[in-house]
């Protein structure tokens, strides 16, 4: 049933900022785009099913439409109309509709009050930072508080990318890397929790290490680097949020890590380059990369408001003009799917896509249950 309720919702753009934007006035944009009670008529007999009477949708993840912009209810209908949006029920919803239909409808909808949202209450709230923060209690006897380790051949964490730590963390989780006192102590934590824990990492300052016993010459290993630096970066610092920074770690778990590759771990393009490498010139490289002066990946936000300041810019400035949705007391199940999808590149909006393929699943929980929480306007 809740499958029947998402496929006749009106879903597909809640949350995106539209490239077609109508430049207007406040003024202007402020008067009812339609006949308020002509569009009830038509909400009442086919959309009430769904989105109610009241715009207040009927089941998760179904999206509130109630005082949503006006413009943007009406860009979407004319979407979905002309099959520039794929949703098949809102397709045939729409192929009859007259564009007095799809005002009035707009207008219908806009004209409700907000939605309190008493779901919301039961929406769990904490920035995906804090929630990684206590996880890493488990970590520091190893890989330090502030992830920045002192124990010989255990890799610090702190400022690496992200997008790496959780690969990696989920590796030593799958049992896919051969360590089991990390399988042991990330047991049974949900892949959400894993990059809950990656992001506080990636957050904190990296220190370059002061071990010495690395036994390589850097003078030596800093030629051979050259092939590593196209996705490595300069000097060991990558740029690439799937790809590990290297500058200022531990050698001897660079040395460790990099003939695994002959072994166990599976990286086609790391597997043929260290498979021409003798034990010396692995030992020079981890030398090299273990004295350049590590730096922290980009500014990693520590708090769900820090990452809502980039999209209250379009969703939540005051003018009613707008074209993209509201999203305060939003249902967060519908939250999390439309910023999924976007992010994964199955809806269509390149400025959508551009600010969230940076997102983990638990950045975007993180930011859909804040938004849920917060009183619609």
Not at 2 to 13: E, G, P, R, T, Y
């Amino acid at each position: 049933m809740k499958n029947f309720f998402i496929a006749v919702a009106l879903s597909a753009v809640l949350v995106a900022c539209s490239d077609k934007q109508e430049p207007t006035g406040k003024a202007e944009a402020a008067k009812p785009i339609g006949d308020v009670n002509a569009g009830k008529i038509i909400a009442e007999k086919s959309c009430k099913t769904c989105h109610g009477l009241d715009g207040k949708g009927v089941a998760p993840a179904i999206p509130h439409l109630a005082a949503q912009r006006a413009r943007y209810l009406l860009a979407s209908l004319i979407e979905y109309k002309n099959r520039q949006r794929t949703h098949a029920a809102l397709r045939d919803l729409t192929r009859d509709m007259s564009d007095a239909d799809m005002r009035n409808i707009a207008a219908y909808y806009a004209a409700q009050p907000p939605v309190v949202n008493a779901a919301a209450s039961d929406v769990k709230h904490s920035s995906a930072y804090e929630a990684g923060k206590k996880l890493a209690a488990a970590c520091t006897q190893c890989h330090g508080a502030d992830g920045n380790s002192t124990v010989p051949g255990t890799p610090s964490l702190a400022g690496q990318q992200p997008h790496y730590l959780v690969a990696a963390i989920q590796e030593y989780h799958q049992a896919e890397r051969a360590t089991p006192a990390m399988k042991g102590i990330l047991g049974n934590a949900s892949k959400l929790e894993l990059e809950n824990l990656a992001l506080y990492f990636a957050a904190q300052t990296p220190v370059k290490r002061t071990d010495k016993n690395h036994g390589g010459n850097p003078k030596a290993g800093e030629p051979l680097t050259a092939m590593c630096g196209g996705c490595h970066g300069t000097r060991g610092v990558s740029a690439d949020a799937a790809t590990p920074s290297l500058a200022g770690q531990d050698a001897e778990y660079l040395i460790r890590s990099t003939k695994s590759y002959r072994t166990i771990r599976k990286n086609w393009g790391m597997q043929r380059y260290v498979a021409g490498l003798s034990d010396k010139e692995v030992e020079d490289i981890a030398a090299f990369y273990a004295t350049q002066e590590p730096r922290a990946a980009d500014k990693v936000p520590t708090s769900t408001e820090e990452l809502a300041e980039k999209c209250n810019r379009c969703h939540d400035h005051e003018n009613p003009g707008m074209a993209a949705p509201k999203m305060r007391g939003q249902d967060k199940d519908y939250l999390v799917m439309a910023l999924r999808a976007y992010r994964d590149g199955k809806r269509e909006s390149s400025t959508m896509h551009r600010m969230s393929s940076p997102y983990s699943n638990a950045i975007i929980e993180s930011l859909a249950a804040w938004y849920a929480t917060q009183p619609a306007k």
